[in-house]
Nanobody, 121 residues
Framework: QVQLVESGGGLVQPGGSLRLSCAAS????????MGWYRQAPGKQRELVAT???????NYADSGKGRFTISRDNAKNTVLLQMNNLKPEDTAVYYC???????????????WGQGTQVSVSS
């Protein structure tokens, strides 16, 4: 079993900052990719950023220049630093991890429960 727990969401004014964190726990051999996705009401879930176990990052255009993703492999955590937040960033943010478990050649996709980010003035 693998569990992802997000934290750090909240209400912030436009131009403000938030830092989201996600901690993975359970039967983990390695985490190939961790990332963040978001879903606004009435909209499809979309990529925010991902990072591989080799620290290769990928950002959606919406967050480029404002968001920074990082991970601590020893702690199985991923962080998303969000600066200069905009109202259109308002969404539920979900942590995602592609995980290899012990004694398995397969990878599995896991999701956190989501954390609300609201940007308004």
């Amino acid at each position: 079993q693998v569990q992802l727990v997000e934290s750090g969401g909240g209400l912030v004014q436009p131009g403000g900052s938030l830092r989201l964190s996600c901690a993975a726990s359970g039967s983990i051999f390695s985490i190939l990719v961790m990332g963040w996705y978001r879903q606004a009401p009435g909209k499809q879930r979309e990529l925010v950023a991902t990072i591989t176990n080799g620290d290769i990052s990928n950002y959606a255009d919406s967050g480029k220049g404002r968001f920074t993703i990082s991970r601590d492999n020893a702690k199985n955590t991923v962080l998303l630093q969000m600066n200069n937040l905009k109202p259109e960033d308002t969404a539920v943010y979900y942590c995602n991890a592609e995980v290899r478990r012990y004694y398995s050649s397969y990878s599995y996709d896991y999701w956190g429960q989501g954390t609300q980010v609201s940007v308004s003035s």
